[in-house]
């Protein structure tokens, strides 16, 4: 059988509510302290894995280039052996046509071999530049590893140190909500959700709203210490709470 929430007053409503932002004021302040650490790892985590594929990528285009420079290697040992050749014919030729014919043909072969050359050379300045490229990933690699390292142990000692407590202040902080009505702890977390500190609930400082600050109508006021319904700021939207409610002297709240 379901059970159902019992039925608070509003002090008692707005005393839990108060609770429950204490304890998620508290888990708020833990993560402020792990910061943009979880981030900053994920960033770095993901820019080594782009120097890597980066690296490969180059490697790759060694690997080609090395392969353009045996291409023409054999292309420019083939022009050779055809000069040699040529060049050992024209000492038998019958004629001035057939000397001119392979005259002509060793003109072009060493025309290739300077082509082959040229594009080896080419090709062995790209594998060089390549190869630069990749030692300037493999440096940038282990900055950012060293980098993440870091990152990892000064995040996994602020988890380890608060973890035992964040876990806590979970527990008690779903406890507290299970005592207040849905509609409420929904309008609640929508106040939090919208606010840049995550309060949804602010005790009254020196007339003002402990929030945004603004000045709160003394008849608003009144009706606020009254504990007879639950107000909220007419600027900022959240739900206002008479410090003395929650057992802070109105001197306290003025320094809170």
């Known amino acids: 059988m379901a059970t159902t929430k019992k039925e608070l007053t509003v002090e008692e409503k707005l005393k839990a509510l108060y609770d429950l932002?204490?304890?998620?004021?508290?888990?708020?302040?833990?993560?402020?302290?792990?910061?943009?650490?979880?981030?900053?790892?994920?960033?770095?985590?993901?820019?080594?894995?782009?120097?890597?594929?980066?690296?490969?990528?180059?490697?790759e285009e060694i690997a080609a280039q090395k392969d353009e420079i045996a291409r023409n290697?054999?292309?420019?040992?083939?022009?050779?052996?055809?000069?040699?050749?040529?060049?050992?014919?024209?000492?038998?030729?019958?004629?001035?046509?057939?000397?001119?014919?392979l005259t002509k043909e060793i003109e072009y072969q060493s025309l290739n071999?300077?082509?082959?050359?040229?594009?080896?050379?080419?090709?062995?300045?790209?594998?060089?530049?390549?190869?630069?490229?990749?030692?300037?990933?493999?440096?940038?690699c282990t900055d950012r590893e060293h980098a993440l390292e870091e990152k990892k142990s000064e995040l996994n000692e602020i988890v380890s140190e608060n973890k035992q407590k964040e876990e806590t202040l979970r527990e008690k902080a779903k406890k507290q909500e299970n005592k207040i009505e849905e509609r409420l702890l929904t309008a609640f977390k929508r106040i939090r959700k919208n606010t840049r500190n995550g309060l949804g609930v602010v005790v009254v400082q020196r007339n003002a709203c402990g929030g945004c600050f603004n000045r709160i109508p003394a008849q608003r006021q009144m009706e606020i210490k009254m504990h007879k319904k639950i107000i909220v700021c007419e600027y900022c939207g959240r739900i206002l709470i008479d410090p003395e409610l929650v057992g802070i002297a109105p001197e306290e709240a003025k320094n809170k």
Do not use: C, F, W
């Not at 040529?86 to 014919?101: F, G, L, T």
């Open 73 to 101: 290697r054999e292309i420019k040992e083939q022009s050779q052996a055809m000069i040699e050749k040529y060049s050992a014919d024209q000492d038998n030729v019958r004629n001035n046509r057939e000397y001119d014919y």
């Open 113 to 140: 071999i300077e082509l082959a050359e040229k594009k080896m050379n080419e090709a062995a300045r790209k594998a060089d530049a390549l190869k630069a490229e990749i030692e300037k990933a493999n440096e940038m």
């Open 21 to 59: 932002q204490q304890k998620l004021s508290e888990i708020d302040a833990i993560k402020t302290l792990r910061g943009e650490l979880p981030q900053e790892v994920q960033d770095l985590e993901d820019e080594i894995a782009g120097l890597h594929t980066r690296a490969a990528k180059y490697q």
